[in-house]
């Protein structure tokens, strides 16, 4: 059993990474509830408004992605090319080609950068460097299995 399940979860990973490179979403439509007026009109001066998660959504407008509040304001300054929901405190995002995490408040979690990361689940994330397979814990320290 154990075998099939590390066979099942690198096929996820590698969907997610394909999805991640090749510029689409894990969301392909834009799921929009029904809101009140004035909470519409926060969204549509968005290209995009992806689920909220933690009390945050992820938002595309000109390229570029980040996350707002439930008013659909940013929260923090910083653009990228990719982000994630976030996870355990944590959202993973993309910026010329490295992958990091970001705290709530958008500074980032750890200085390292990666080639790719995934996202927290049970206090760990799987992330690629050079080649190199490792979990990291929610601080960016390498964890040793």
């Known amino acids: 059993?154990?075998?099939?399940?590390?066979?099942?979860w690198t096929l996820v990973v590698a969907v997610m990474f394909l999805f991640a490179v090749s510029g689409c979403t894990t969301a392909p439509v834009s799921v929009k509830p029904p809101a009140a007026a004035e909470e519409t009109d926060w969204r549509s001066k968005y290209d995009y408004v992806?689920?909220?998660?933690?009390?945050?959504?992820w938002v595309k407008k000109d390229g570029q992605e980040f996350h707002v509040d439930r008013n659909g304001k940013p929260i923090y300054d910083a653009r990228y090319d990719w982000v994630g929901w976030f996870s355990e405190g944590r959202a993973l995002v993309m910026k010329d080609g490295k992958w990091w995490h970001i705290l709530p408040n958008g500074e980032a979690a750890y200085p390292a950068r990666y080639d790719w990361v995934g996202s927290f689940s049970e206090g760990l994330a799987w992330v690629v460097k050079d080649g190199e397979e490792c979990h990291i814990d929610r601080n960016g320290k390498r964890i040793e299995e």
């Open 1 to 8: 059993m154990g075998k099939y399940r590390a066979v099942l």
């Open 50 to 57: 992806g689920p909220f998660s933690e009390g945050r959504a």
